[in-house]
Each structure stands twice: as structure tokens, then as C-alpha cells.
């Protein structure tokens, strides 16, 4: 068990009670076992509770998470894991060494991302891995293999979804030369240090281009990829139609893999949390409605049917998906009474099993 204090609202949400709360004034506002939601945190604060008691989350070694996530599909858990290994040495040895030639750099993942490009599913799976073990190269996994899936749903042939899976493989390979103090610090950022990790962006612009042969797109992605419609973004505050529409596709692959992942500073989102944060941004102008929403059509698809984990505990399936609000569809629960989280939306899906 771990005491956490209520101001560490992303250390709380998704964690599990392991002791009831009760007011001063002796009112009972949680139970155990309870998965807390943002919710639940508003209940906590306005009853002026100053810490809760979590269950304990030490994360298993991440071989062991890749078996158990990827368990229907030996060939991708041993492709992922050993891409991981693979990868991190190589971005490693791209600021220290020589830099690898291209070819060099998509050998191990080439394989993993024509599994995705033939129609694996293994991202709906991915949201499964906690903590933070390997997360930089993780990371570019995944934006990779989300990548090419968005130029899979937006009907490109597979010669553009291969470039849009290597351009989000290699977005963030600027964070190599950023100081590793900085980029996995608990704390707040102070403002020279948020500059320094926005450079990453130039950073990896300038990596590609020592590597003979990196096609425009490559470099295109890498630094433009943390630019937002409304301008709000970096390297160069872009506006619209200033940033490339491959950018766009990698912003929005980098935004749901970073907010799906554990950080060092905060918990994962639940994985319709996680979608729900993407359409936010569409909304407050920041990402692209037309790669977004047939993105989260595509994700919430894929969830028709799988078993869910509500935030009040009780568990059930998912039903129905609702066109306009697809991120809170129709749940049969194992009662067999169901429950429309359109209505009821102080309950949240915290996961969601194949
Ligand atoms: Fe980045």
C-alpha cells in the first residue's frame, strides 16, 4: 500500500483504493477496491480529504508485461520486445557513434510494421503495458505503428503508410541529444528546461540529415510534429494549413500514445480517456478533426464486444457504440442490466479486455 496526498491528481486517477475514505464529519464517500476517476478526485477535494490510500502498482519486468499483453500472438510479443532492445541501442548509438545508415535503423522494425500494415490489431492491446521501463523507445514503436494504422484508415497505399510508419519511428529521435535528467524529471519543468526539450524537434531534423539518404518526410515529421493548428504548437508556432498534413498525422499518433503510456510524472489515461482527450483537442482547435475521428471510429471498433473494467468497479461489455459519443458506448454489466454512459457520466471505462 502507498499514501498518496490529493494534490498529485495523475499519480491518483486510475489507481485502486486499498482502504475506505470517510469524512471528518463521518460520511463514507469511497470503498475499497474502487478505481478512481477524475470524479471520484472532485468528491475527495470538496470533502477536504488531504491523502488516500492506493493499492500498490510495481509495474512487472516489461518481458514479462510484452508476453502477457501480446499473449495470442507470439511472433509480434517477441518482435516487440526485441525491437525495444534493438532500438535503444541504435538511438543510443546515434549520439555517441557513428550514425547508423537508414537501412540500419529499419531492420528490426520493418517486420513489426508489416504485421500492422497486413491488418494486426495489436494496438488496441498496447494500452496494457504500465510504467515507464524503456518509454522513449517504446514510444517510437508505437507512434511508428500508430502512424501507419491512421494511413491504413484514411485509405493511403501501402507505399505512403510504410513512409508515415517510419516517419513516426524516428519522430522523436532528437530526444537522444536532450539531457536524460530532463526528460525523465518527477517534478515541474523549470522554463530553461522545457526550452531544452523543445529542441528535440530541430535536434532530430538535424540527425536525419546526417543520414544519407533520409527521405523529406522524415525530416518533415520529426520537426514539425509538436506544431497545433491553433498555432499553440513548437518549433515555429505553425498555423493550419502552415503545418504538412503528414505532421498532422504524427501529432495525433504522439498525442494518444503519450497519454495512453505511464510518465514519470503522471499515470496512463484509461484507454477511452485516452481517445476523449484527442477529440478535446479537435475541439479547442489544436488537432485535426479529419484524422482524429476516423481514428477513434477505428480504435472504438476494435473495443465492439471486449470486456470493461468501470470506474465504480463493477465490470461488463460493451454493447453498443453511439455514433455522436463514441468514447462512452452502452455497457451490458455482468448482471445483465445495462448501463448507457451517455447518461450515467460520472462513470468511466478504466480499462478494456479483449
Ligand atoms: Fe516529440
Known sequence: MVVVQMNQDHKIIGRVLADDVISDLGH????????LS?????????HKIEYVVLQDMEAPPLNIQIKNVFKNNEEVSNLYYENVMEIKSLFQQAISREIPSLQTFMKPFTPLLETVIKGSNILLELHHIRGYDEY??????????????IG??????????????KVGFLHDIGKMKVSHQILNKKGPLTDQEYGEIKKHTIYGKEILESIEGTEQ?????ALYHHERLDGSGYPHNLRGKEIPFLAQIIAVAD????????RVYRNKYAPLEALNELVKDVYNGRLNGEIVLPFVNHI????MGNKVVLSDGRRGQIVHLHIDEIYRPLVMLDDGQCIDLRKHRTIAIVNVFS
Open 28 to 35: 463514507f464517500l469511497l470503498r475499497r477496491g474502487m478505481v
Open 38 to 46: 477524475p470524479w471520484h478526485l472532485q468528491i475527495l477535494k470538496i
Open 136 to 149: 522513449t523507445y517504446r514510444h517510437s514503436i508505437n507512434v511508428g505503428l500508430l502512424a501507419a494504422t
Open 152 to 165: 491504413k484508415i484514411l485509405k493511403y497505399p501501402n507505399e505512403i503508410t510504410m513512409i508515415l510508419g
Open 217 to 221: 518526410a522524415l525530416k518533415i515529421g
Open 255 to 262: 498525442t494518444y500514445d503519450a497519454v495512453s503510456s505511464d
Open 300 to 303: 472504438m471498433n476494435g473495443y
